[in-house]
């Protein structure tokens, strides 16, 4: 269905672990707004940073793109572009449609209390949703854990994030390993 040409590289400096991951598809099925399928080149990227302290904290940072070439004029991509809505001016011709953006997470584990915290999140510069993620762990009575958490998504009107922006949720997860 896709053939993908890929290579990663990664590296280590001092407490910091980058990594740099790129693929390109000389044809892959992509969908326009009115979801009907076209077949573009296309290419998707991620480079990143990972700092880790002790068992204590963990964080990173990644930026990524998924980019689609040689679109006609008039189209739109459906997860890559902002959906047009009435007023819009069309999308003009284009190399390139590109999707971007920046994902971090942060945990801390308070080790002492068996107590985790952990923030994330991603957000698409472009078109400019978002997911936020929060959860606060419990696991000192072995073999049960506890998690309370929250995950928000929103975005500006026309995005994914938009879409799915009445699906914000909190949770409460038990576990248990005998």
């Known amino acids: 269905r896709?053939?993908?040409?890929?290579g990663e590289l990664q590296g280590v400096v001092g407490p910091f672990v980058a990594r740099l991951d790129v693929g390109f598809s000389p044809e892959s099925t992509q969908y326009t707004s009115s979801f009907e399928a076209i077949r573009k080149p296309s290419m998707t990227a991620a480079a990143g940073v990972e700092y880790t302290y002790g068992d204590?904290?963990?964080?990173?940072?990644?930026?990524?793109?998924n980019m689609v070439f040689d679109l006609a004029?008039?189209?739109?991509?459906?997860?890559?572009?902002?959906a047009p809505s009435e007023g819009d001016e069309l999308v003009g011709e284009r190399a390139v449609a590109a999707m971007y953006g920046v994902s971090a997470g942060l945990r801390w584990t308070w080790v002492e209390?068996?107590?985790?915290?952990?923030?994330?999140?991603l957000w698409n510069v472009s078109p400019g949703d978002f997911v936020?993620?929060?959860?606060?762990?419990?696991?000192?009575?072995?073999?049960?854990?506890?998690?309370l958490g929250a995950v928000l998504v929103d975005g500006p009107?026309?995005?994914?994030?938009?879409?799915?922006?009445?699906?914000?949720?909190i949770y409460l997860e038990y576990a248990a390993s005998f």
Request: charged share 15%; aromatic share 14%; glycine share 12%.
């Open 132 to 147: 936020a993620n929060a959860q606060i762990s419990y696991f000192d009575w072995e073999p049960h854990t506890f998690k």
């Open 157 to 169: 009107s026309g995005t994914l994030g938009r879409n799915f922006g009445a699906n914000d949720f």
């Open 56 to 65: 204590s904290w963990y964080a990173q940072v990644t930026g990524y793109s």
């Open 73 to 82: 004029e008039g189209v739109t991509l459906s997860g890559i572009d902002k």
């Open 2 to 6: 896709k053939l993908t040409v890929a």
């Open 113 to 121: 209390e068996s107590l985790e915290v952990s923030l994330g999140g």
